[in-house]
């Protein structure tokens, strides 16, 4: 299983699609499971159904990491105003 995810990670960092579940996903974002599924449940996060099985395709998160990077630095500069 951590070959895999290791596996996973580098497809990742390549931006070559793949398919993570939530632990996956939770573990690269390093965050817990929990708070994934509250973007996920906010609508923040695609995700394919397959059964009961909740995949999150890598481009996808990609994609939610670069809009929290704009977003973290629209907001660490609205931060900086207020400081000077």
């Not at 070959?3 to 699609?17: H, N, S």
């Not at 939770?26 to 009961?52: M, N």
């Not at 977003?71 to 500069?77: E, F, H, L």
């Amino acid at each position: 299983m951590k070959l895999e995810l290791d596996d996973e990670k580098e497809k990742l960092k390549k931006g070559k699609g793949c398919l993570l579940n939530v632990p996956e996903a939770a573990e690269i974002l390093r965050l817990s499971k929990f708070t994934v599924r509250l973007f996920i449940a906010r609508g923040e996060l695609p995700i394919i159904k397959l059964g009961r099985r909740v995949l999150i395709d890598s481009e996808d998160l990609n994609k939610f990491i670069a809009e929290r990077r704009k977003v973290q630095g629209i907001w660490q500069s609205k931060k900086l105003r207020e400081l000077i």
